[in-house]
C-alpha cells in the first residue's frame, strides 16, 4: 500500500535519485512546476541526482539544459545509462577486447575510457557489442549489430524502454530498437545497464558521497519516475521507496492496475509533490478506502470501483490502494470497470 509522511517529501528524504525524460524535461521543452519545485526541494535539504536512462547525451549537455531551466547543476550529478553501461561492460570482458557500440558519442567515449577497443563493425569480430539509442541511427548500425551478434559476440545493452517521450509525443524508444535485434538474431541481451535494473540508482548514490564520506542510507534515498516499468520496478528492485508522477507516460489506470513490483511508493501529480506531505489512505470498511477528503470504493459484487472526485489525487491514491488490496487478495483488477480520473 501506499505511504504516508508527515513532513514534505522533500524533508523526509535526503537524496532523490531523479529521472528526466517525462519528469524535468520532455525533449526539449521543460515539463510544468519541475524546476521551481526541484529548486524548493534543494532549500529544504534535498540533494538532487538525475538518472535517466537516455544513453545519447553526454553528462555536460543534460547539465546545460538543465541549467537553463534556472536549475544549479553540475555534471557529475547526471547518471546516463552510458555511464552504468560502460562500466557494466568493462566488468563481462577483459581488458582491451574490442566492443562494438551502437550509440551517441557519449557511449563511445565511456566505453573506450573503461580501458576497451571500439571495434569498427562486425567484420572485426567483437567479442561484445552494447547497443543503445541516439535519434540519428540507421538501419545499417543495427543491422551490424545483429551481425556481430550472430557471429557470437556478447549481447549487451543500456536500457530496455520501449518508449521516450518528445517535443510531439511518445516515440520509440532503445528497448524497440532492441527488440527488432532480438527478431533477427533470437538472442537475448545478457544484462542491461538502465532502469528496470536498480544499478543505476545504487552508482547515484556512490557517486553522490563526497570523498570520504558514507553513502546516503538507502531508505533516505528515493527513486522519482514517470514510468513504473523502469523507474519505479528498479526502486522495487534495489529496495528503494519510489514516487510516480503523472507527467509523463504513467496514467491513473496502469497505476490502479500495478502489479507488487510495479507499484510505487507514493503518488503525485507533478513534482509540486515534493513540497508536500503525503496524507495517508485508509479502510474504512470492508469496501471503502479514504483519503483526504476523497473516498473510491469497490464493489466486488458489481465489478466496479468509484470514487467520489475524479479530479483529485487524493481520490486516485484511495483508489489505487482499494484495487491493490484486492488484488493481492486474489481478486481478478481486469474484471473491475475502473473510473475515468481527469487530474
Known amino acids: 500500500?501506499?505511504?504516508?509522511?508527515?513532513?514534505?517529501?522533500?524533508?523526509?528524504?535526503?537524496?532523490?535519485?531523479?529521472?528526466?525524460?517525462?519528469?524535468?524535461y520532455r525533449g526539449k521543452n521543460p515539463v510544468e512546476h519541475a524546476a521551481e519545485s526541484i529548486r524548493s526541494a534543494g532549500k529544504l535539504g534535498m540533494a538532487?541526482?538525475?538518472?535517466?536512462?537516455?544513453?545519447?547525451?553526454?553528462?555536460?549537455?543534460?547539465?546545460?539544459?538543465?541549467?537553463g531551466f534556472d536549475l544549479d547543476v553540475e555534471p557529475h550529478q547526471v547518471i546516463t545509462s552510458s555511464v552504468v553501461a560502460a562500466r557494466m561492460v568493462a566488468r563481462h570482458v577483459p581488458a582491451g577486447s574490442k566492443v562494438l557500440v551502437l550509440g551517441a558519442e557519449?557511449?563511445?567515449?565511456?566505453?573506450?575510457?573503461?580501458?576497451?577497443?571500439?571495434?569498427?563493425?562486425?567484420?572485426?569480430?567483437?567479442?561484445?557489442?552494447i547497443q543503445g539509442w541516439y535519434p540519428q541511427m540507421t538501419w545499417q548500425e543495427m543491422a551490424n549489430v545483429s551481425f556481430a551478434v550472430e557471429r557470437g559476440a556478447m549481447?549487451?545493452?543500456?536500457?530496455?524502454?520501449?518508449?521516450?517521450?518528445?517535443?510531439?509525443?511518445?516515440?520509440?524508444g532503445c528497448g524497440s530498437m532492441i527488440q527488432a535485434v532480438i527478431n533477427a538474431t533470437g538472442v537475448e541481451p545478457v544484462a542491461s545497464a538502465g532502469k528496470p535494473e536498480s544499478a543505476m540508482y545504487d552508482e547515484a548514490r556512490l557517486l553522490a558521497a563526497g570523498d570520504g564520506e558514507e553513502p546516503v542510507a538507502k531508505e533516505l534515498c528515493l527513486a522519482i519516475g514517470d514510468r513504473l516499468d523502469t523507474d519505479i520496478e528498479a526502486g522495487t528492485r534495489g529496495g528503494y521507496d519510489a514516487l510516480a508522477v503523472l507527467t509523463g507516460v504513467t496514467n491513473p489506470r496502469e497505476l490502479m492496475l500495478a502489479p507488487a513490483h510495479l507499484r510505487p511508493t507514493y503518488i503525485v501529480k507533478d513534482?509540486?509533490?515534493?513540497?508536500?506531505?503525503?496524507?495517508?489512505?485508509?479502510?474504512?470498511?470492508?469496501?471503502?478506502?479514504?483519503c483526504g477528503d476523497t473516498a473510491a470504493t469497490l464493489d466486488e459484487t458489481a465489478g466496479t470501483l468509484t470514487v467520489s472526485d475524479a479530479t483529485d489525487i487524493n481520490a486516485l491514491r484511495a483508489a489505487c490502494n482499494a484495487m491493490w488490496s484486492y488484488a493481492d487478495r486474489g481478486g481478478d483488477p481486469a474484471a473491475i470497470a475502473l473510473p475515468q480520473f481527469a487530474l
Do not use: C
Open 106 to 129: 557519449h557511449l563511445r567515449e565511456e566505453v573506450a575510457s573503461q580501458g576497451l577497443t571500439l571495434a569498427d563493425g562486425p567484420e572485426d569480430d567483437p567479442v561484445a557489442v
Open 271 to 290: 513534482l509540486r509533490g515534493l513540497l508536500e506531505a503525503q496524507p495517508a489512505a485508509t479502510r474504512d470498511n470492508g469496501r471503502t478506502w479514504t
Open 1 to 24: 500500500m501506499l505511504k504516508s509522511t508527515d513532513r514534505p517529501i522533500a524533508e523526509t528524504y535526503r537524496l532523490a535519485l531523479l529521472d528526466l525524460d517525462g519528469v524535468v
Open 48 to 67: 538532487i541526482e538525475y538518472t535517466t536512462n537516455n544513453s545519447s547525451r553526454f553528462q555536460r549537455v543534460v547539465a546545460d539544459q538543465l541549467r
Open 155 to 172: 549481447y549487451l545493452v543500456t536500457n530496455r524502454d520501449l518508449t521516450i517521450p518528445r517535443e510531439l509525443g511518445i516515440a520509440p
